[in-house]
């Protein structure tokens, strides 16, 4: 097949955009959740500072705070805020699947605001921001019974960092509680791998072609007829079987060995505050500590001994969490100079 012509790498990369899990669509979730739930509207309250104690817990009264329902705008640059709800995963969801708050509050500037951590039921547990809109609700909040739902966030320094946009706002996405199809996310992670790297490839090297072939194949055999289905997720693993069998044969695999660690790098006092920079500490770590508990082989690299004196301060139980860590191997210290 003669790819140059026929536009395949740009027709497959339409179709990935089609199933991708962080496309927002107007009045509907992202097509990778079978099942949603929608969060009750947000009760939403300024803070004065980074410093001022968030009410979070659960004798909260927020009955007279602004509400924020689902497409509208919301907030100002560079403000500190609590967003109030509560979620319910339903009791006929099976135990088994997975279940995450979807929490798309908005897109601000060149970083990652908006972002917040999250807690339940009055305890920190995760993050959400532009780049991170799922929260995976572990096993024993599957009870469907209502739990409190608290965001201590700030909105960020906006649009490329032009400090004096008051008027700008942030848009508010429809937020759920979500089950994903886990088969439809395994299945786009490989193909988006799969496409990144046949176009890195020379257009003479053999396993680009063959790379293409495989993408092109499999998409076929995915049924993306709208409205999407039953008949989309049914064909969803015969795809990804074929696909996964012709990767394999296209060619041998590079003789490497990538070796890879999560790390974060964190300015302590850059474009904002040290109250802030310990609010983001914050954040980043529960953020590392939750994805250690999903992925057991993730390992972890962090310097700067300041933030651990932050979040020691800040955060104590987080800062055992990372004790545990350091202590299996899995999470390392580093530049004590």
């Known amino acids: 097949m003669h790819h140059k012509t026929r536009w395949t790498s740009l027709k497959i990369a339409q179709r990935l955009t089609l199933i991708q899990p962080l496309i927002y669509r107007r009045h509907q979730l992202p097509l990778i959740y079978r099942r949603s739930l929608p969060l009750p509207p947000f009760r939403y309250r300024e803070l004065s500072s980074p410093s001022e ?17 689902p497409n509208t705008y919301w907030g100002k640059w560079l403000t500190d805020f ?29 970083f990652s605001h908006p972002e917040a951590l999250a807690y339940v039921d009055g305890q920190p547990y995760g993050t959400c921001d532009r780049h991170h809109q799922e929260i995976s609700l572990p096993s024993h909040w599957h009870d469907g019974r209502p739990h409190k739902l608290a965001l201590h ?13 008051d008027t ?55 049924d993306t007829r709208e409205p999407f289905g039953e008949g989309f997720y049914d064909s969803v693993p015969r ?17 490497a060995t990538i070796v890879a660690t999560g790390h974060a790098h964190l300015d302590v006092a850059w474009l904002w505050t040290i109250d802030q920079i310990r609010r983001k500490a914050g954040r980043s770590f529960h953020t590392v500590v939750r994805l ?8 972890f690299t962090q310097s700067q001994p300041q933030l651990y004196d932050f979040v ?23 530049g004590g100079m």
Not at 154 to 165: C, E, F, H, K, V
């Open 53 to 69: 104690p968030p009410p979070v817990g659960l004798e909260v009264n927020d009955s007279d705070w602004v509400m924020l329902t």
């Open 82 to 110: 609590v967003l109030r709800t509560q979620f319910q995963v339903p009791d006929d969801w099976a135990r088994d699947t997975s279940v995450s708050l979807y929490l798309p509050l908005g897109t601000a500037g060149d």
């Open 153 to 165: 966030g700030w909105t960020g320094l906006g649009g490329s960092m032009q400090l004096n946009q």
């Open 168 to 222: 700008t706002q942030l848009y508010l996405h429809p937020c759920a509680v979500v089950q994903i199809d886990q088969p439809t996310r395994d299945f786009y992670a490989t193909a988006r791998v799969a496409l990144g790297v046949a176009e890195s490839l020379d257009d003479n090297e053999p396993a680009r072609a063959h790379l293409l072939n495989a993408l092109d194949d499999a998409f076929n055999m995915l």
């Open 239 to 255: 795809a990804h079987d074929t696909l996964c069998a012709k990767v394999e044969a296209a060619g041998p695999p590079l003789d």
């Open 292 to 299: 250690m508990e999903e992925f057991p082989d993730y390992h």
């Open 312 to 334: 020691r301060q800040d955060y104590p139980e987080l800062f055992a969490a990372i004790k545990e860590r350091v202590a299996e191997g899995r999470w390392e210290p580093i």
